[in-house]
């Protein structure tokens, strides 16, 4: 008997067919053979019949891996597992008019080489007017790593214990400041710091202050902590360590600190993200003194952290254009979403969707505010619709609480909400 496997075509003879050929020009060469062997190993370890290789090779293609746009229906505004936050249409077409030639590091009116990303830079501190200079790096961790290696390497951060968190899956602001080369002077408790602690620690050893905003939590009763006036008077250089990237004041968010704030305060360098409540591409931000500033930029370890043209594009973009979708969605009034979310019921009910308008607590997610509750409403279905809604043809992420399934509209765009729909009606049959 001949072994079924001289049965299976060929590589050449399968990337000569239309279909996959077609695919090849639109994905290449790589991607199309590599669908091709996955089909031909799964025929030679019998999974498959050889008549079915070219089938399968053609759907593997027709839908290749790749990331998949999710509608956010959890109320969460900046979404750290679906990326943070959404770009600004005008950081999108600054992304797509960046994917070419651009002077990102070139004076086109010399024609020499230029600072990179001077006009980002510019933006960046006109943004935040209490800011000497500025420097982008490729995220929030790299600006703090950045700042702490070129001002402490070798050196000691002091730093109080009630500040010593963990950020997300898993990193530890110690494993972080320790991997500089900088030595950890922890000072004061938990839950309480005082002035005489940071300045019993300091001395000739001594490479910065670190002053970290907890961010994604707060201890509350008998604490106490010292501020960044007090702190900048002690004869060192001091790093705020922000997180959340607002670059003002927002009275909606009190407590939530900000970078003119803390260099007004006396902070001599700010770190924070791009991609959370600033609402831009992800990036790290460093804004303060100016000869600080010029040392990092200086630093061997800052060309490693360099972030690339169309990052710069796009937080260009976001500093220069209108209203971040994060701002707007966390401020959007709740009489809006009530009514976004009966005229949702009604279409829903009249295709034969059990559904509920019930309230809705959001939140600002990526670490921001943990504090502030953002008052709405959601469409309340089964709670089996929500793995149909993550898994279908336009993947919709809802939030699960108390057996039901909420799909809470504040961070879907409203001319998605035919496709909203469209999901949920889909969901029904396959749940």
């Known amino acids: 008997m001949s072994d079924p496997r001289r049965r299976i075509p060929r590589t050449d003879d399968l990337l000569a067919r239309p279909v996959i050929r077609q695919a090849a020009e639109r994905l290449g060469v790589v991607t199309a053979r590599d669908a091709v062997r996955r089909a031909q190993a799964e025929a030679r370890e019998g999974r498959i019949a050889p008549e079915q290789v070219a089938e399968h ?10 990331s998949r746009p999710v509608l956010n229906a959890t109320g969460i ?18 992304l797509i008019a960046a994917s070419g030639y651009t002077d990102v590091e070139l004076d086109l009116g010399t024609g020499r080489r230029a600072r990179r990303g001077a006009a980002t830079l510019a933006a960046l501190r006109a943004a935040c007017p209490a800011a000497e ?24 951060v002091v730093v109080s214990r009630g500040e010593l968190v963990e950020i997300g899956d898993g990193f530890r602001l110690p494993d972080l400041i320790a991997s500089t080369g900088a030595r950890l002077r922890e000072v004061g408790t938990t839950n309480r710091t005082h002035l005489d602690d940071y300045a019993d620690a300091i001395g000739p050893a001594t490479g910065c202050i ?156 990526g670490g921001g505010a943990p504090g502030v509750p953002l008052p709405g409403w959601a469409v309340a279905l089964e709670e089996a619709y929500a793995e149909p809604l993550r898994t279908g043809a336009v993947a919709v992420l809802a939030r699960t609480e108390r057996g039901r399934c909420l799909v809470d509209p504040r961070c879907i765009p409203p001319e998605r909400d035919p496709d909203l729909i469209a999901a949920i009606g889909a969901a029904r049959g396959a749940r």
Do not use: M, Y
């Not at 505004?77 to 950081?91: E, F, I, M, Q, Y």
């Not at 200079?133 to 790593?145: F, K, M, Q």
């Not at 950045?146 to 000691?156: S, Y």
């Open 133 to 156: 200079d500025a420097l982008v790096v490729n995220n929030g961790a790299a600006a703090l790593v950045l700042a702490t290696t070129a001002l402490a390497a070798g050196k000691e």
């Open 57 to 66: 090779a053609e759907r593997a293609l027709a839908d290749p891996p790749r």
């Open 210 to 365: 670190l002053k970290v905003h907890p961010s994604n939590f707060w201890v509350s009763g008998f604490t106490s902590s010292v501020e960044l006036p007090e702190l900048a008077g002690l004869g060192v250089p001091v790093i705020a360590d922000l997180g959340s990237g607002l670059l003002e004041h927002d009275p909606a968010l009190p407590e939530e600190p900000d970078a003119a704030s803390a260099l007004t305060a006396g902070a001599d360098l700010v770190t924070a993200s791009g991609d959370k409540l600033l609402g831009g591409p992800q990036a790290g931000l460093l804004l303060g003194r100016g000869d600080l500033i010029e040392r990092l930029r200086r630093h061997p370890l800052a060309r490693a952290l360099r972030v690339d043209k169309l990052t710069l594009a796009a937080l260009q973009a976001t500093l220069a254009g209108p209203v971040a979708p994060v701002t707007e969605w966390r401020r959007i009034d709740p009489g809006v979403l009530r009514e976004r979310c009966d005229r949702l019921a009604e279409e829903l009910g009249a295709a034969g969707v059990q559904v509920e308008v019930v309230e809705s607590i959001g939140h600002v997610g």
């Open 77 to 94: 505004v900046v979404h750290t597992n679906l990326g943070r936050a959404p770009l600004s249409p005008a950081a999108v077409e600054a």
